[in-house]
């Protein structure tokens, strides 16, 4: 059956029930009429028929009712249901009220409340519908009342009830249809059933058996399953040639033609074939689709094994930090179980120079490929084949599907191949992102929903004073003068999705407060969910301050415009006309302020060229256009004194008008100290020259300009080397105290041409031509030409240092060498006891924070006194210092060995647990044993009792660790001496020392 044909049978057995309901309503409705208006036709549907009775139309009526509310969409509430059963209770009642009125014989009158109806038929109760009738009105009630309950035990009990009807009434139509009065009534004394009575009860359990999708009868007919394709083909072939052939034998006898037991074979014969043409065309249709069904299994395979490669593929793509190249080699294993015959596959996938292959891979005959394309462009190729030729069936070596699914998978690669590579490009552009955001000068900061930093920058460090391990996961809300203020302000971002300018006070740990404005917006996961804000905070202290100044100079601008020392002029930019003037103007040139209202420029010129009326309109014009005008002019005052001024022409917006800012200064003063200048610059050379301080004058570019003589001997250069040498010189050859390249961006005088700020005594060293190198102390000061931001120049001042180098590096030679010596036992070279006692607390300290163990060793020499009185002391010493460059020998860096006293040593053995301290131990005293010292003409042999403790074990304080570890040395030189002893509990060590002492 086809999807469309399936799916015309379910809608139809959608709407059976509700048909069927349709049908018994209408026809019980017309019936009433017909009762009603006495019209024959609606009563009996054919005249001479039987007709229904009104109480029969009623049953219908109610037995529609509950079929249809029992059946309808559920909504909130249990009115349908309710209907449903008192509408089938109903019915019930009226099927058992007539089949008692049958039985006992007794007329309850139910049947005569519609309409008054007397017949004739002998036994009858007059009205009385037919028992068959109210057996099947019964079956039909109880079916309905328990479709209402909808429990899956009752669906055999529906179906039977069901039933009832079908098989009543299905035999009174046959009986119509075949003129058999005795399946029209059980008794010739009952009422017989209707024509459309029978017909409505067929239909009413047809609706019934198919209310429910999952009653067998609609499930079945419903399915794509060969029961329910069986089902539909036989079911109405059976009933539909029985009924035919049975009405063509019946007419067959009446019209004498055949005899009854000719037609008796007939009917045989003819089922039999029938049946048999209908099940072995059947058969041959089941045997199709079964023929599709293996094929389909077998594409479904192919589907499996291709949908296995490609979801092994796209697993092997989801690992986190995947290889590539192990991507491949997986791939290339997987590949040969897609194939149609895995066991002689092989697979291979090339990519530029190198291959990747599976382990039977060979080259033959029976290969496909691939290209692996990245962006359009092929990077590689996928290769798979047969090591040996397999039958060529239908479609030769390789299915179609194959060389799909190689197609699909190359394609597939060069996808997770593009995926990765951009991966890779989001992981260098997310670091590229951090380092941006670390090199913010704004603080950052993001912002759980909950109001918790969950990140910032550095900035934001700085701005707080609070370190970033501090700063996570503590409330934004805390580092601000106005908490609820900072508060509202992120809870209106998340509401908001963001927020701009909004104004919060932040506070640093020292009390200092910055005003900032922060900018804010909400961030999201991959599903649209608001996870997070990030927040940008801009410091506007400065601003806020200019703000206040800007009000200050409004304030100020009147009595500052009238008490400059330049007279300023303001001219409207259209027309030159002359608006305003100030104060200095009118002392500088003599006229009032109402008079020089009415002046014009060619009036306050000298009026010979080039300082005429026309030059100066000339230069206004330029400066209307957007170029600014400086220049000296020659004016003339209202006694017609000529005298010398600076002119600065400016436009600018004032009052929301477009004007000209004129600014004269009078320099008649500065020409007249011009020539005292250049005399003074000819003085200011000569002392430059004779300095003993190297002078170097830079460019704004850091090339040299000038120098004086000292600084050409101290770089061991002329004029004519230095000049146009910049910082950035590679032959300088410059270099920190540490010995460090010095490089070009970090000399003073590039520092200060790009920050406007002095350096004083920068210390780098200087490689002279000839190789020297020589030591300065470099200062850099900033020349400013009037109005500019930035300097023009350089002046860089620097000293000879060597010598004093040389000095300040043998006194640290010697601090150090006096150092060591302090802390350095002079006989052994072993650390001194003062060493000890500074550096075991911090080693102590260190274990305790990072949980790492320390053990201690505390040595002394056995029989040193009977050595000493044997041999002598100097014997005694040569013991000790040899014993010294042992312990040294057998020390790690991190060791410290010591001598604690006399002939007795201590070794703290940092990050060492106690096993190891005691090999440690074990392995010194062998060594010990094993040594023969010579002096002189006679050869010592000393041993080396040890005790061992270890932290914390034994104690977590210098002073509990070494009477620990001088117990387990009274031990061992208690037990014989010449061995390592291990501290053991406190009581017992108390006890063996105590012992010790009392011996001697």
Not at 31 to 38: C, R, S
Not at 172 to 184: N, W
Not at 561 to 573: E, L, R, S
Not at 850 to 861: A, F, R
């Amino acid at each position: 059956m086809t999807g469309l044909e399936q799916k015309r049978i379910s809608r139809l057995f959608e709407h059976a029930a509700h048909g069927a309901s349709a049908v018994a309503i209408a026809v019980g409705v017309l019936v009433l009429l017909g009762w009603a208006f006495d019209l024959a036709p609606l009563k009996s549907v054919f005249s001479g028929l039987v007709v229904m009775k009104a109480n029969t139309a009623l049953g219908f009526i109610l037995a529609g009712a509950s079929l249809w509310a029992a059946t309808i969409s559920r909504a909130p509430g249990r009115r349908p249901l309710m209907v449903a059963r008192f509408c089938g209770g109903a019915m019930l009642l009226l099927g058992l009220l007539v089949l008692a009125e049958h039985l006992t014989g007794l007329d309850f009158n139910i049947d005569q409340l519609l309409v008054r109806d007397i017949t004739t038929l002998p036994g009858d109760i007059p009205g009385r519908f037919a028992l068959s009738t109210a057996a099947c009105f019964a079956a039909l009630g109880t079916a309905l009342l328990l479709l209402t309950w909808e429990k899956g035990g009752f669906v055999l009990v529906v179906h039977a009830l069901a039933s009832v009807p079908i098989l009543v009434a299905g035999a009174a139509l046959v009986s119509y249809g075949y003129d058999l009065e005795a399946f029209l009534r059980i008794n010739l004394n009952y009422t017989p059933m209707a024509l459309h009575t029978a017909a409505v009860f067929v239909v009413l359990g047809l609706g019934i058996i198919s209310a429910r999708p999952y009653y067998p009868f609609r499930h079945i007919l419903t399915s794509d399953s060969v029961a329910g394709n069986m089902a539909r083909r036989l079911l109405p072939t059976a009933i539909g040639m029985q009924l035919a052939m049975g009405w063509l034998l019946m007419k067959g006898l009446q019209a004498g033609y055949l005899s009854a037991a000719v037609g008796l074979a007939l009917f045989v014969v003819a089922n039999i074939g029938g049946l048999s043409a209908i099940i072995q065309w059947n058969s041959v249709r089941l045997y199709q689709a079964e023929a599709l069904r293996r094929l389909a299994e077998k594409h479904i395979s192919e589907r499996i094994k291709e949908l296995e490669a490609f979801f092994h593929l796209s697993a092997l793509a989801k690992r986190k930090d995947f290889a590539l190249d192990s991507l491949y080699q997986e791939l290339a294993n997987v590949l040969p179980e897609s194939w149609q015959y895995p066991e002689i596959a092989c697979a291979r996938i090339v990519m530029g120079e190198s291959e990747i292959r599976t382990a039977n891979f060979g080259l033959s005959e029976w290969m496909q490929a691939a290209p692996i394309k990245v962006h359009g462009a092929v990077v590689g190729q996928i290769e798979v084949g047969y090591l040996e030729q397999k039958p060529e069936e239908d479609e030769g070596p390789f299915l179609k599907e194959e060389r799909r699914l190689i197609n699909a998978i190359a394609e597939r690669l060069g996808q997770i191949i593009e995926l990765k590579r951009a991966e890779d490009a989001l992981k260098q552009a997310s670091a590229y992102t951090r380092s941006l955001i670390e090199a913010s000068l704004d603080p950052l900061v993001t912002i759980s929903v909950e109001g918790k930093i969950t990140d910032v920058n550095e900035a934001t460090v700085r701005a707080t004073g609070v370190s970033r391990e501090a700063l996570l996961g503590s409330d934004f809300s805390n580092y601000f003068t106005e908490q609820d203020k900072a508060r509202d302000g992120y809870q209106k971002a998340f509401a908001k999705g963001f927020v701009t300018d909004y104004p919060l006070a932040l506070r640093h740990v020292s009390g200092w407060v910055m005003e900032v404005l922060y900018n804010a917006s909400v961030y999201r996961n991959e599903k649209g969910d608001v996870i997070g804000l990030f927040a940008a905070a801009r410091d506007i202290t400065e601003r806020k301050r200019a703000e206040e100044a800007l009000r200050e100079s409004e304030e100020r601008f009147h009595a500052i415009f009238d008490w400059v020392n330049d007279a300023i002029f303001i001219h409207d930019m259209a027309t030159g006309t002359l608006l305003d003037v100030n104060r200095r103007m009118t002392e500088m040139y003599g006229y009032s302020h109402d008079e020089a209202l009415k002046l014009d420029v060619g009036t306050l010129s000298a009026g010979t060229p080039p300082y005429t009326q026309e030059d100066a309109l000339r230069r206004l014009a330029s400066a209307a256009r957007g170029e600014p005008q400086t220049f000296e002019w020659l004016a003339k005052d209202k006694t017609g004194r000529l005298f010398w001024v600076e002119v600065a022409i400016r436009s600018a917006r004032l009052d929301g008008q477009d004007r000209l800012l004129v600014s004269v200064r009078d320099i008649s003063e500065r020409k007249q100290a011009q020539k005292a200048l250049q005399e003074s610059e000819e003085r200011y050379r000569s002392v430059i020259a004779a300095l003993f301080e190297g002078i170097l004058l830079l460019d704004a570019d850091g090339a040299i300009l000038a120098s004086n003589p000292s600084a050409e001997r101290m770089l061991g250069l002329t004029l004519d080397q230095l000049a146009g040498r910049t910082p950035f010189d590679p032959r300088w050859r410059a270099m920190h105290e540490d010995g460090s390249p010095f490089p070009g961006e970090a000399h003073p005088t590039w520092v200060t041409l790009q920050t406007g700020e002095p350096c004083h005594n920068v210390i780098m060293g200087v490689h002279k031509p000839d190789g020297t190198l020589t030591w300065m102390s470099t200062n850099s000061q900033p020349l400013y030409r009037p109005g500019d931001a930035k300097p023009y120049a350089v002046v860089a001042s620097f000293a000879d240092i060597t010598e004093r180098k040389r000095a300040e590096e043998d006194l640290q030679a010697l601090q150090n060498q006096l150092r060591e010596q302090a802390f350095r036992d002079p006989l052994t070279g072993l650390y001194n006891r003062r060493y000890l006692e500074e550096t075991l607390w911090r080693e102590l300290a260190r274990a305790g924070r990072e949980g790492h163990p320390l053990s201690i060793l505390i040595g002394d020499v056995d029989h040193f006194k009977r050595l000493n009185d044997t041999y002598g002391h100097l014997a005694g010493d040569e013991v000790l210092r040899t014993l010294g460059r042992l312990l040294q020998h057998h020390a790690r860096s991190s060791d410290i060995p010591c001598r604690y006293g006399g002939e007795e040593f201590v070794v703290v053995l940092p990050d060492m647990p106690p096993e190891a301290a005691q090999a440690r131990a074990e392995l010194v005293r062998r060594d010990v044993e094993d040594l023969h010292i010579a002096f002189g003409e006679a050869e010592i042999v000393a041993t080396l009792s040890i005790g061992v403790s270890s932290y914390p074990t034994h104690g977590k304080t210098a002073e509990e660790l070494i009477g620990a570890a001088d117990h387990a040395l009274y031990a061992a030189k208690q037990s014989g001496r010449n061995r390592v002893c291990y501290a053991g509990e406190k009581e017992e060590q108390r006890a063996v020392a105590s012992e010790i002492r009392t011996v001697g």
